[in-house]
C-alpha cells in the first residue's frame, strides 16, 4: 500500500483529496492518511472554489477520516508515509521537496516546479542522490485533450505541424498568487501548462520571444503572448491572461494546423478538421488530467516501476523557457535563445 500525507489543503489540495478517494475506492492500492496545513483549523471548514470545478466547490467535505495536522514536522513524526503530496505555495515547493527527498520520502510536487529553474535543478538532484521518486503535476500531459493532440502530432496522421496557438486565462486570483516573489506571476504560474505542452509535443524550441505586461502591481507580468521559434519554422504561439474580469471565467483552448487538417480545442471537447473530408468530434475520456496524473504515480510507486512522464528532468525544461520569456519579454520582445538541451 502507498499511504499518502497531503501538505496544503487550498484549491488544488482539496481537488488531490478528492481523486485519492476515487482512486481508493476504485480499488488503487492506495490510503491518504494525514492532511496538513498551517490554516488547517481554518481550512477544514471553508468551501474552495478555483478556475476548474472541483466536487467541494459547494460541499463540505468530510474530513473524519484523516489526521489532521498544521505542522509538518508534527505530521512525519507521527505517521509512516510513502508520499508527502506538496500543493504549496511555489516558492516553498523547492526547499521543503528536497527536505522530504533527503529525508527518504517521494514526493508528488504540484506545479510549477519551483520559483526558478535552479531551484528545480535542486530537486531533481535531490531526487536522484537519495534515490526516490519525485514527480511535478504538470496535469496537461495527462490531459485527454491535449494527449490527443500529441498523438496525431507524433504519429504524423495530419502531416506535419504547420503552426498551432494555445490560450489560457480568466480572472485575477487572490492572495500569495498575485505576489511576484511567491508565485512568479501569471507566466509562471499559468502560462506555463502551455509552455509545458508546447515543448513536450512539439520539442524545445531554439529561441523565444514574448511580450508581455503589469496589470496587479506586484505580481509579475500578467499577460503574455511568446512565439517560439523552430528550426523548420513552424509557427507557435501561447497566450496568457489572468485579467480577464467579470462574467468571463475560464478558458483553456488551443489550434493546431498540420498539412492535411486542424485540431481546434474549445469549451471542452476536440474537433478535427481534415482537409479533404468531413470533420468530426474526438472521442476521448472525461477524466481530468488531475486523476489520471495522480492515478500514474501511485501505479508506477505500486509497481516499483520509475516515472518516464512528467519527469523533473523535463518538467524543469518548462521552468526554463519561462525564465527565457520572461528575460525576452524584459526586453520588449527581443529573441532569446533557450538555455536547456533536450532530453
Same mark, same amino acid.
Given at each position: 500500500?502507498?499511504?499518502?500525507?497531503?501538505?496544503?489543503?487550498?484549491?488544488?489540495?482539496?481537488?488531490?483529496?478528492?481523486?485519492? %478517494?476515487? @482512486?481508493?475506492?476504485?480499488?488503487?492500492?492506495?490510503?491518504?492518511?494525514?492532511?496538513?496545513?498551517?490554516?488547517?483549523?481554518?481550512?477544514?471548514?471553508?468551501?474552495?472554489?478555483?478556475?476548474?470545478?472541483?466536487?467541494? =466547490?459547494?460541499?463540505?467535505?468530510?474530513? $473524519?477520516?484523516?489526521?489532521?495536522?498544521?505542522?509538518?514536522?508534527?505530521?512525519?513524526?507521527?505517521?509512516?508515509?510513502?508520499?508527502? =503530496? @506538496?500543493?504549496?505555495?511555489?516558492?516553498?515547493?523547492?526547499?521543503?521537496?528536497?527536505?522530504?527527498?533527503?529525508?527518504?520520502?517521494?514526493?508528488?510536487?504540484?506545479?510549477?516546479? #519551483?520559483? $526558478?529553474?535552479?531551484?528545480?535543478?535542486?530537486?531533481?538532484?535531490?531526487?536522484?542522490?537519495?534515490?526516490?521518486?519525485?514527480?511535478?503535476?504538470?496535469? @496537461?500531459?495527462?490531459?485527454?485533450?491535449?494527449?490527443?493532440?500529441?498523438?496525431?502530432?507524433?504519429?504524423?496522421?495530419?502531416?506535419?505541424?504547420?503552426?498551432?496557438?494555445?490560450?489560457?486565462?480568466?480572472?485575477?486570483?487572490?492572495?500569495?498568487?498575485?505576489?511576484?516573489?511567491? $508565485?512568479?506571476?501569471?507566466?509562471?504560474?499559468?502560462?506555463?501548462?502551455?509552455?509545458?505542452?508546447?515543448?513536450?509535443?512539439?520539442?524545445?524550441?531554439?529561441?523565444?520571444?514574448?511580450?508581455?505586461?503589469?496589470?496587479?502591481?506586484?505580481?509579475?507580468? =500578467? %499577460?503574455?503572448?511568446?512565439?517560439?521559434?523552430?528550426?523548420?519554422?513552424?509557427?507557435?504561439?501561447?497566450?496568457?491572461?489572468?485579467?480577464?474580469?467579470?462574467?468571463?471565467?475560464?478558458?483553456?483552448?488551443?489550434?493546431?494546423?498540420?498539412?492535411?487538417?486542424? @485540431?481546434?480545442?474549445?469549451?471542452?471537447?476536440?474537433?478535427?478538421?481534415?482537409?479533404?473530408?468531413?470533420?468530426?468530434?474526438?472521442?476521448?475520456? $472525461?477524466?481530468?488530467?488531475?486523476?489520471?496524473?495522480?492515478?500514474?504515480?501511485?501505479?508506477?510507486?505500486? =509497481?516499483?516501476?520509475?516515472?518516464?512522464?512528467?519527469?523533473?528532468?523535463?518538467?524543469?525544461?518548462?521552468?526554463?523557457?519561462?525564465?527565457?520569456?520572461?528575460?525576452? #519579454?524584459?526586453?520588449?520582445?527581443?529573441?532569446?535563445?533557450?538555455?536547456?538541451?533536450?532530453?
Amino acid at each position: 500500500m502507498v499511504k499518502v500525507g497531503l501538505v496544503g489543503f487550498g484549491f488544488m489540495g482539496h481537488m488531490h483529496l478528492e481523486n485519492y %478517494i476515487r @482512486l481508493a475506492k476504485e480499488g488503487l492500492d492506495v490510503q491518504l492518511v494525514a492532511i496538513c496545513d498551517v490554516r488547517i483549523e481554518e481550512l477544514k471548514h471553508t468551501r474552495v472554489t478555483g478556475n476548474i470545478a472541483t466536487d467541494t =466547490d459547494t460541499t463540505e467535505i468530510d474530513l $473524519s477520516a484523516y489526521h489532521l495536522y498544521d505542522n509538518l514536522e508534527t505530521m512525519l513524526l507521527h505517521e509512516q508515509l510513502d508520499v508527502i =503530496d @506538496l500543493t504549496l505555495p511555489t516558492y516553498l515547493h523547492a526547499p521543503i521537496a528536497c527536505d522530504l527527498l533527503s529525508r527518504g520520502y517521494n514526493v508528488f510536487c504540484e506545479k510549477p516546479m #519551483a520559483i $526558478s529553474a535552479s531551484a528545480g535543478q535542486q530537486m531533481v538532484e535531490a531526487a536522484q542522490a537519495h534515490q526516490k521518486q519525485l514527480m511535478i503535476g504538470q496535469c @496537461l500531459r495527462f490531459w485527454p485533450a491535449y494527449e490527443y493532440l500529441r498523438e496525431i502530432v507524433m504519429n504524423q496522421t495530419l502531416g506535419q505541424v504547420i503552426s498551432g496557438s494555445f490560450f489560457r486565462g480568466g480572472e485575477t486570483p487572490k492572495g500569495w498568487f498575485v505576489q511576484k516573489e511567491r $508565485s512568479g506571476g501569471a507566466m509562471l504560474d499559468m502560462h506555463i501548462h502551455d509552455v509545458d505542452i508546447i515543448q513536450w509535443i512539439f520539442g524545445v524550441p531554439e529561441a523565444v520571444s514574448s511580450l508581455a505586461r503589469n496589470v496587479v502591481p506586484g505580481s509579475g507580468y =500578467d %499577460i503574455v503572448s511568446t512565439n517560439y521559434i523552430y528550426p523548420d519554422g513552424k509557427v507557435i504561439n501561447a497566450q496568457a491572461d489572468w485579467t480577464l474580469q467579470g462574467d468571463y471565467g475560464f478558458a483553456m483552448t488551443y489550434r493546431v494546423n498540420l498539412e492535411h487538417g486542424n @485540431l481546434v480545442f474549445e469549451q471542452g471537447s476536440v474537433k478535427v478538421n481534415p482537409n479533404d473530408s468531413e470533420g468530426y468530434t474526438a472521442q476521448l475520456s $472525461s477524466d481530468m488530467g488531475y486523476y489520471r496524473q495522480l492515478r500514474y504515480f501511485v501505479e508506477r510507486l505500486l =509497481d516499483g516501476q520509475p516515472m518516464s512522464q512528467a519527469t523533473p528532468e523535463s518538467t524543469l525544461i518548462s521552468v526554463q523557457l519561462v525564465e527565457a520569456e520572461i528575460l525576452s #519579454a524584459n526586453r520588449a520582445g527581443e529573441k532569446v535563445n533557450v538555455p536547456v538541451t533536450t532530453i
